[in-house]
Nanobody, 115 residues
Framework: QVQLVESGGGLVQPGGSLRLSCAAS????????MGWYRQAPGKQRESVAS???????TYADSVKGRFTISRDNAKNMVYLQMNSLKPEDTAVYYC?????????WGQGTQVTVSS
């Protein structure tokens, strides 16, 4: 059974930082591309950052220079370090693992940026 479990969300003030974690089980982690997505109320889900199985990263323009995605293949974990958070970063953040033939999502973790 495949499971992706996100953690690390919460309430943070503008300018603050959070680190999201995603624990993967039930997959051969090293062959999967891992990604973070977010969905704000009334908006479509959007890609935030992704990291390939070889470690290549991509970022949405809105988070470049502020967010960093990383993965630990030994622990089947993927992380999203979020710095300089803005109110517009408020959303539910989802972890995704994918190959050309498989696609799995976590349940999400809420991130709220507010003073």
């Amino acid at each position: 059974q495949v499971q992706l479990v996100e953690s690390g969300g919460g309430l943070v003030q503008p300018g603050g930082s959070l680190r999201l974690s995603c624990a993967a089980s039930g997959i051969i982690f090293t062959v999967y591309r891992m990604g973070w997505y977010r969905q704000a109320p009334g908006k479509q889900r959007e890609s935030v950052a992704s990291i390939s199985n070889t470690g290549m990263t991509t970022y949405a323009d809105s988070v470049k220079g502020r967010f960093t995605i990383s993965r630990d293949n030994a622990k089947n974990m993927v992380y999203l370090q979020m710095n300089s958070l803005k109110p517009e970063d408020t959303a539910v953040y989802y972890c995704r693992s994918s190959t050309t033939t498989r696609d799995y999502w976590g349940q999400g973790t809420q991130v709220t940026v507010s003073s």
